[in-house]
């Protein structure tokens, strides 16, 4: 059987629908992918960690030693930044002034 050929209007209208498809396409907003929550959840801090289950129940789990390290060195901070502020400065007179 020989092909019908296609007449041009016939030609416009598919490539019309063509670009008006392709214009849809791109100016969709792709749909956001539910994410399914993972049960329990945990935050873990440097000497304490939170875990929340779904329930509503949340438990805090302390690092006894990160939290005795971090106070210390709160101290020391502290302790080195004092010193620093009260030591006592002198102006020396210069040999002209005297």
């Known amino acids: 059987m020989p092909r019908k050929k296609k007449t041009e209007e016939q030609i416009i209208k598919e490539v019309s ?3 008006a498809e392709e214009t849809l396409q791109a100016t969709d ?3 956001k992918k539910k994410v ?3 049960w ?3 935050v873990k801090g440097s000497h304490l960690t939170v875990i929340t289950h779904e329930n509503g129940k949340t438990e805090l789990e302390w ?3 990160a939290l005795t390290k971090d106070v210390q060195k ?3 901070d502290y302790e080195n930044s004092v010193k620093v502020n009260t030591v006592k400065t002198t102006k020396r007179k ?3 002034e005297a």
């Open 17 to 19: 629908k063509l670009i």
């Open 74 to 76: 709160a101290l020391t």
């Open 36 to 38: 399914k929550e993972v």
């Open 29 to 31: 907003v792709p749909k």
């Open 94 to 96: 210069k040999k002209n």
């Open 63 to 65: 690092d006894d030693d």
């Open 40 to 42: 329990p959840k945990v």
